[in-house]
């Protein structure tokens, strides 16, 4: 027979266990959810994947399981992504806009300069009616297919970085080529500006930049200096901050609905955790990010008010652009421009008392 120690012991092991996997004693999960993004644990998706994994799991008492599967174990970029999405072999897919504008073409939107003031008046509109309005419209171009469950951050701010010289106004990007995605809207931008669009691999541009294919990107921080770039020649970044960087967080439609209208709160609250994750992560990562540039012999540029107001002039063709090119295109510009005036005016509001 056990001693009364030898009964407590076992007790205190089992009770570990069980904070070690709380659904260890309970029955298999109704549904498990395959969440996918092409990245690395050391990106912000993956911290917000962490959070909505433990959130879901524990709120639905076990009954849903995520699976994560960080990096192209599924599917190895967007549109094959977004395709086993709608096939329903992945459940849960994050991607940028650049991923999916082939899709929706209306979702280059976010990649839109110098709109977004800041952090918070950009977390004040995704969290509001702009994502439900983007939402109904990827539920009907997708045939009810491709649920938008929320709007994220991934890496802060896109900001214009180069090998060459420290840019201070649109002058200095004259003949520059600068690294963008193959999207239409971030090549418009970079020709607006007067430089030379350059659409290269992501894989492909740490070599580009040493062999002088590329000269420039438009990243953030904490991209920059995960994929050591200041090693290859990147050395001056300019924190013009011409867009947020937007993720994108998906669900196929056929496994949100599958789930009873509890679970699918479960879901919906879930996501809510993740985005607040992802706002997070890239504001604290970015700090040690700058300060390692810095000492590495980086060189960092903030733009005065006048500056920035030049930048933004010369960006004005890729609005016009965006308006007659893109379908729906000035109805989602105006939307986004309307949206972040009313953040701009809640926001102003928390000044009052201060005065």
């Given at each position: ?84 999405l709608e096939d329903g072999s992945v459940d849960i897919y994050i991607s940028t806009s650049g991923g999916t504008a082939n899709m929706y073409p209306y979702v280059q939107v976010l990649d839109l300069p110098y709109i977004l003031r800041d952090d918070r008046v950009a977390e004040t509109v995704f969290t509001g009616d702009f994502t439900r ?30 090998t060459k010289r420290v840019v201070k106004t649109p002058e200095d990007m004259k003949g520059l080529k600068i690294r963008t995605v193959v999207a239409d809207l971030p090549q418009e931008l970079v020709k607006a500006l007067g430089a030379s669009p350059t659409p290269i691999p992501w894989p492909e541009l740490f070599t580009s930049f040493q ?145």
């Amino acid at each position: 027979m056990f001693s009364d120690l030898a009964k407590k012991t076992a007790a205190a092991v089992l009770g570990a266990a069980l904070l070690i996997s709380p659904f260890a004693a309970t029955q298999a999960a109704d549904f498990k959810l395959r969440a996918v993004a092409n990245s690395n644990e050391n990106d912000e998706d993956y911290d917000g994947l962490v959070v909505f994994k433990d959130f879901v799991e524990s709120r639905s008492n076990g009954k849903i399981e995520v699976e994560l599967f960080i990096g192209t174990q599924l599917c190895a970029n967007g549109t094959e992504c977004m395709q086993a999405l709608e096939d329903g072999s992945v459940d849960i897919y994050i991607s940028t806009s650049g991923g999916t504008a082939n899709m929706y073409p209306y979702v280059q939107v976010l990649d839109l300069p110098y709109i977004l003031r800041d952090d918070r008046v950009a977390e004040t509109v995704f969290t509001g009616d702009f994502t439900r309005e983007m939402r109904k419209s990827i539920l009907a171009d997708s045939e009810n297919k491709v649920r938008l469950m929320t709007i994220g951050n991934t890496g802060g701010w896109r900001n214009f970085a180069n090998t060459k010289r420290v840019v201070k106004t649109p002058e200095d990007m004259k003949g520059l080529k600068i690294r963008t995605v193959v999207a239409d809207l971030p090549q418009e931008l970079v020709k607006a500006l007067g430089a030379s669009p350059t659409p290269i691999p992501w894989p492909e541009l740490f070599t580009s930049f040493q062999t002088g294919v590329v000269e420039g990107s438009k990243n953030g921080i904490t991209d920059i200096m995960g994929m050591k770039f200041p090693d290859a020649g990147l050395k001056n970044v300019t924190l013009d901050g011409h867009a947020y960087m937007g993720a994108l967080w998906f669900m196929g439609q056929e496994s949100f609905m599958k789930m009873d209208e509890g679970l699918r709160m479960v879901v919906v609250d879930g996501f809510n955790a993740l985005q607040q994750a992802t706002f997070a992560s890239p504001k604290r990562k970015s700090i040690q990010a700058y300060s390692d540039f810095v000492k590495g012999g980086g060189n960092l540029y903030v733009p005065t008010p006048e500056d920035k107001a030049k930048f933004a002039a010369a960006a004005t063709p890729v609005y016009d652009w965006f308006g007659k090119n893109i379908k729906d295109g000035q109805k989602w510009l105006d939307l986004l421009k309307a949206e972040a005036k009313k953040a701009e005016e809640a926001i102003a509001m928390d000044y009052a008392d201060i005065k």
